[in-house]
């Protein structure tokens, strides 16, 4: 079956530090992927997504490259933000007849000033 | 800005009481999808729906667990009885077209349920 890991958490960064949270991915077919953040008492909203190998997805200074080769598709940021404080999941969609999503168990991070 | 609507935000019951959440999916959205979510976890898929037709349940508790979309529109999710693994935040999220592989789901705020 499809399936996403993550790194394990808490990653925790001083503000500015650079991010890497990791995600590799197994599934048939060609899955799109995706990321999510979570903020405290919330629900999940799209951080930023690929649909193909070779894509990358960017948003609020987030990046992610979707890497068919090592089926991974880690999520980096140059400049972390105390704001960015949040639990981040890997998911995907694959088709196996329609297209079920996938999430990893999330990874949390804590920036500190 | 149209959002995922669900009802209550907040449920404790006691064990084996029955318990109901609502959802409202974005107008126009053809894909529901019901999530519960452990704490420290990430959303595990219960239920997707396709307009009124189920999708995927595979991984929903049938004994006890139900769930239904019959306009095609907002959809319940049932719990009877309840027991006390049920404790869980429970999440909606729906998505535009049908059978499209690239949309992103939009989801709710969830329904946190509390078995005592």
């Known amino acids: 079956g499809n399936s996403v890991t993550q790194m394990e958490g808490p990653v925790t960064l001083s503000e500015e530090a650079f991010l890497t949270i990791n995600c590799t991915y197994t599934a048939t077919g060609y899955p799109s992927l995706f990321w999510y953040v979570q903020y405290p008492g919330e629900g999940l909203q799209l951080l930023l997504k690929?649909?193909?190998?070779?894509d990358k997805g960017s948003n609020k200074g987030f990046e992610a490259t979707y890497r068919k080769e090592t089926t991974s598709f880690h999520l980096e940021k140059g400049s972390v933000q105390v704001s960015d404080s949040a639990v981040y999941f890997c998911?995907?969609?694959?088709?196996?007849?329609?297209?079920?999503?996938?999430f990893g168990r999330g990874t949390s991070l804590i920036v500190h000033p | 800005e149209a959002e995922v609507a669900q009802s209550p935000r907040y449920k404790i019951t006691e064990k084996s009481q029955a318990v109901a959440f609502w959802c409202d999916p974005i107008s126009g959205h053809a894909t529901l999808y019901w999530y519960r979510q452990i704490l420290g976890q990430g959303p595990e898929l219960l239920v997707q729906?396709?307009?009124?037709?189920?999708?995927?349940d595979s991984q929903l508790p049938k004994d006890r667990f139900s769930a239904e979309r019959l306009k095609g529109v907002d959809s319940t999710l049932k719990i009877q009885p309840a027991e006390l693994g049920d404790s869980a935040m429970y999440l909606c999220a729906s998505s535009p077209g049908q059978g499209v592989g690239y949309n992103e789901q939009f989801f709710g705020p969830g329904t946190r349920l509390t078995v005592l």
């Open positions: 729906f396709q307009d009124e037709s189920v999708v995927d």
């Open positions: 998911a995907l969609l694959a088709s196996g007849g329609s297209y079920i999503p996938t």
């Open positions: 690929a649909t193909k190998a070779d």
